[in-house]
């Protein structure tokens, strides 16, 4: 289905209905992340994390942007379709997405080794030529925090994009996007199709339904091959922070006050 | 080496963080050899170079448009791509603000460059840029190479900072652009946050409350200390989550990642993904009634006791010192 304000003719008891019918083809990116609560370690390359005992999660910022595709296939119509770009993991975050509620899902196979332009083109390529009207993506993934992707697959896409969006509304054919930056929001028009990303209070959420587990679990996933690309960036190393050395109990509740201001101004030198 | 960096306007007002970034700039162009233009976009903005002047940058370019006065991610990507390509410069540079951080990935990808964003560190290794930056909210540190050129670098604001510098007078040039039907996603109004609120990833000094305030009626201690200390008032994510706050406060992975030179974080215990969000400031305070808080694993001054009673008398004393 094409975007825009479909305007349909239905013939009904020998009379043309005109039916305003919007019938959205929407698409969310999803990935796998690890657990914002779980413990990091380095691998022994240095070079990435050591992914035993860690439990991978949907993404939290993409999970915004599943719920904001089931809620638009509520209120227009059509059908959502998940995306994720990966290895096997994937698949756990494609079903994550359609335990949602999310009709159809398409595996990306990464042949590995993409950096963030190498992630978009391949994306897009999955995407090109299937009528989106509407692209949903978390603003960044919790693991590497670049928030690339979602404005660089638009690029390639050649449709506009709004990042880290906390408010939309849409009639059907434009849409209105709340942004925030440091000490104000600015508000974005845009007509369809578009490229969103959500930051968190974009909504709230909702958890999978026992009938969407049961359909996650045997809903067949289509599988895509991604072009290998030469990275434009190489990782040297993985360290962990210098580590802060805990500093001194100044003492106890409100009769410590005057010490803690002390410290701050004498030793600190911060007021 | 030479480097483009892009200063960051708002309403004819330079932000500071861009300022860093072309400090930075200078840095890198010092050590490499090359040539340093900086970049102003917006509308009637003539004002702006005398502020740009002294900052180290060999020629300043005005891309001045009605079409830029608002922040609009194509309008300034083809103006950027634009600049590149007229300074022949192979690095990209700007600030990982909201702003920066939506430009940059669409530029590299225009530019067809690698993108490393949110820096924290760069620096040239045998003609090669080197950066680090953090990952997975902080909790990593990751080094990364350009393997190519041209790059585009956003740098975290607050890490870098402004030097004032003494290089010939720059050369100021007016770009000719057409940006006809360039803009399809266009920024039509925005709204300053009431009372001229300072942001998180601003602020000198950010005071953060957490559940130990027990209600979100009790949340004007910490804006009050904020105040005193003129600061900003930040949240963790428990707070967040139940609605006590707005999620532009939070601090931590899910949320803001802070450098002030002084961070209070009052009634938070310091969950992991909180902690990530905080550790790099300069000087913490935590005020916990629980002594084994993992907080004061990170602190460098803690007082043990309730939040509720503290804050306002530490408002007080923090006043007092004022007068």
Redesign the interface.
């Known amino acids: 289905m094409q975007f825009a304000d479909l305007k349909r003719y239905v013939y009904i008891n020998h009379k043309y209905f005109n039916i305003r019918e919007v019938l959205l083809n929407i698409a969310v990116l999803v990935k796998l992340a ?1 657990d ?2 779980a ?2 370690k ?1 691998d022994a390359d240095r070079l990435k ?1 050591a992914t035993v005992d860690i439990n991978y999660v949907l993404n ?2 993409d999970e915004y942007a599943v719920e904001e595709g089931l809620r638009w296939k509520e209120k227009f119509g059509g059908t959502t379709t998940v995306f994720s770009l990966g290895r096997e993991e994937a698949v756990k975050a494609l079903r994550n997405a359609l335990a949602m509620g999310a009709d159809e899902a398409v595996h990306i196979v990464s042949p590995g080794g993409l ?3 190498g992630k ?1 083109k391949a994306l897009a390529a999955a995407l090109q030529g299937r009528g989106f009207d509407v692209i949903f993506a978390g603003k960044q993934s ?11 697959t ?3 896409l050649s ?6 969006v ?1 408010k939309l509304d849409c009639d059907g054919s434009r849409i209105t996007a709340w ?13 369809l199709p ?1 490229l969103i990303t959500a ?3 974009l909504n709230e959420p909702r958890y999978a339904s026992l009938k969407g587990i049961m359909f996650s679990k045997k809903k067949e996933i289509a599988v895509v091959e991604a072009a290998p690309a030469q ?11 210098p580590v ?1 050395q ?9 009769e ?3 010490k ?2 002390q ?3 004498e030793e ?1 030198k ?2 | 080496m030479n480097i483009l960096t892009y200063i960051e306007s708002r309403e004819g007002k330079i932000r500071v963080a861009g300022l860093e970034a072309l400090s930075a700039g200078r840095r890198l162009v010092d050590a490499a050899g090359g040539k340093l233009t900086a970049l102003l976009l917006g509308s009637g903005i003539d004002g702006l170079t005398e502020i740009v002047r002294g900052c180290g940058a060999d020629a300043i370019y005005l891309a001045d448009h009605p079409d830029l006065a608002l922040y609009s991610p194509e309008a300034y990507c083809k103006t950027a791509a634009t600049a590149m390509l007229k300074s022949n410069a192979q690095i990209f540079l700007l600030s990982a603000t909201a702003l920066g951080r939506d430009l940059a990935p669409l530029a590299a990808a225009k530019l067809d460059a690698g993108l490393l964003t949110d820096c924290t560190e760069a620096a040239l290794e045998n003609g090669q840029l080197v950066v680090k930056r953090p990952v997975y909210g902080g909790r990593l540190i990751m080094t990364l190479a350009a393997a190519s050129l041209p790059v585009v670098v956003s740098l975290r604001p607050k890490i870098f900072p402004v030097v004032k510098c003494e290089v010939a007078e720059p050369t100021i040039e007016k770009l000719t652009l057409n940006l006809d039907g360039v803009i399809r996603a266009r920024c039509v109004e925005t709204k300053a946050e009431a009372g001229g609120k300072l942001d998180v990833t601003e602020a000198d000094v950010v005071v953060s409350g957490g559940r130990g305030l027990r209600s979100p009626d009790n949340f004007h201690l910490i804006e009050e200390l904020a105040a005193a200390l003129r600061g900003a008032v930040g949240a963790s994510r428990p707070v967040v989550d139940i609605g006590w706050r707005p999620h532009s406060e939070q601090v931590g992975q899910t949320g803001k990642v802070v450098s002030p030179t002084l961070y209070i974080a009052a009634g938070i215990s310091g969950a992991i993904q909180h902690l990530a969000g905080m550790s790099s400031s300069k000087v913490i305070v935590a005020i916990n009634k629980d002594p084994e808080a993992p907080i004061f694993k990170v602190a460098d001054y803690g007082i043990v006791g309730d939040a509720l009673e503290i804050l306002p008398v530490l408002t007080q004393a923090v006043k007092a010192l004022e007068r």
């Open positions: 690890p914002t609560e413990a990091l380095i994390i939290p910022y950096d963030m332009l978009a919790v693991d590497d925090d670049c928030g690339a992707v979602g404005p660089m638009a690029y390639y449709i506009p994009h709004i990042s880290t906390v942004r925030e930056f440091e000490g104000g929001a600015e508000k974005f028009e845009c007509p578009v930051q968190k209070g990275a434009k960036i190489e990782i040297l190393k993985l360290n962990y922070p802060r805990a500093g001194k109990i100044v003492g106890q509740g409100v410590a006050v005057p803690l201001l410290l701050l101004r600190a911060v007021l």
